[in-house]
């Protein structure tokens, strides 16, 4: 399954199939105009293009994600786009356009997050037996191979691996020790490989422009994944759960974990996938924008975070949707 995960955790939830084209990207423009101002203005500039809204209108609804164009057209271009660039890809290169539209899927792979799972995960007994829905390329089921860096509160990873900066507020739990694992699996509709060239560079056709240092960190957590490589199983988050979940072994905590990933299915599967990993006795760590889990709400204190919850009902903390901090106190 992968995930759309950039700007805020109002365009996180992708498209809302139940406003226009036109709006969706309004709304996408305004929450990224903060992280990226570049794809900020290009959002708005679609919203009130005729000719790329009747071009996007011809594809299903989840092929109209601004996410996915942005990052369709960068694939072509190799440059991140402009309105400009949009226009002549829709007017001269549509039909290619849209093959890589349906092809693809926005599956952001963003390894900063492990910086505000860690804590979770370095609280439970080990050995840990990681499975991650919605793993795409598996960068984040590496926690225990990053360096981390919780405003000077250091833990060393493995040589080379990138540092992932962030801010704690409140009690975080923060470990004096990377967690020890046993076992990891990732479940995945489609699987990339860190390995294909190809997959690699849609990854980083997804780092919006402007985002500092994303897509280095990207670069060499792939590098770091080529070393290290997790078998990413393709299957459904329901359908194929226990099936994968069956080889961890039998002396390990297993955490089936996930991030913003169920804003992409409908409430029945979300509430299918809860009592799937109910049934497995699994630790259940959900990082999501918030009402995604029900009960789960924003907490007033930051603009579009993500919640950490564990077991679909204990919110453990608001944490930034890039991983650039986490805040314990907002529970």
């Given at each position: 399954m992968g995930d759309d995960a950039e700007g805020s955790a109002g365009a996180m939830r992708g498209l809302d199939s139940r406003l226009g084209t036109a709006e969706n990207f309004r709304r996408f423009g305004e929450?990224?105009?903060?992280?990226?101002?570049?794809?900020?203005?290009?959002?708005?500039?679609?919203?009130?293009?005729?000719?790329?809204?009747?071009?996007?209108?011809?594809?299903?609804?989840?092929?109209?994600?601004?996410?996915?164009?942005?990052?369709?057209?960068?694939?072509?271009?190799?440059?991140?786009?402009?309105?400009?660039?949009?226009?002549?890809?829709?007017?001269?290169?549509?039909?290619?356009?849209?093959?890589?539209?349906?092809?693809?899927?926005?599956?952001?792979?963003?390894?900063?997050?492990?910086?505000?799972?860690?804590?979770?995960l370095a609280g439970l007994p080990e050995p840990l037996a990681l499975l991650e829905?919605?793993?795409?390329?598996?960068l984040t089921l590496l926690p225990d191979h990053y360096s981390y860096d919780y405003a000077g509160h250091a833990l060393a990873g493995d040589p080379g691996a990138p540092t992932l900066a962030c801010r704690p507020h409140g009690p975080v739990p923060l470990p004096d020790r990377l967690p020890t694992v046993a076992w990891r699996r990732g479940l995945d509709v489609?699987?990339?490989?860190?390995?294909?060239?190809?997959?690699?560079?849609?990854?980083?056709?997804?780092?919006?422009?402007?985002?500092?240092?994303?897509?280095?960190?990207?670069?060499?957590?792939?590098?770091?994944?080529?070393?290290?490589?997790v078998p990413v199983h393709r299957g459904d988050l329901v359908d194929d759960l226990a099936r994968v979940a069956a080889d961890a072994p039998s002396g390990a905590t297993l955490v089936v974990y996930h991030s913003a990933v169920l804003a992409y299915v409908d409430a029945g599967t979300r509430r299918a996938f809860a009592a799937a990993v109910r049934d497995l006795g699994a630790v259940w760590l959900s990082n999501e924008a918030p009402g995604v889990l029900p009960g789960t709400e924003a907490t007033g204190r930051h603009e579009d975070p993500f919640l950490l919850v564990r077991d679909g009902r204990e919110v453990l903390a608001a944490t930034d949707p890039h991983g650039t901090w986490i805040d314990w106190s907002a529970r």
């Open positions: 929450a990224a105009r903060g992280r990226s101002p570049a794809y900020g203005r290009l959002a708005e500039a679609v919203a009130a293009d005729t000719g790329v809204l009747d071009f996007l209108d011809g594809l299903p609804v989840a092929k109209r994600q601004p996410n996915l164009l942005f990052a369709a057209a960068r694939y072509l271009l190799g440059t991140p786009p402009g309105i400009d660039a949009v226009r002549r890809l829709v007017r001269e290169r549509a039909d290619e356009l849209a093959a890589v539209l349906r092809a693809r899927r926005t599956q952001t792979n963003e390894p900063a997050r492990c910086a505000t799972l860690l804590p979770a829905v919605g793993a795409s390329a598996g489609n699987p990339l490989d860190p390995a294909d060239a190809d997959d690699a560079r849609w990854l980083e056709c997804l780092v919006w422009p402007g985002e500092g240092d994303r897509e280095a960190r990207l670069r060499a957590a792939l590098d770091l994944a080529r070393r290290h490589p």
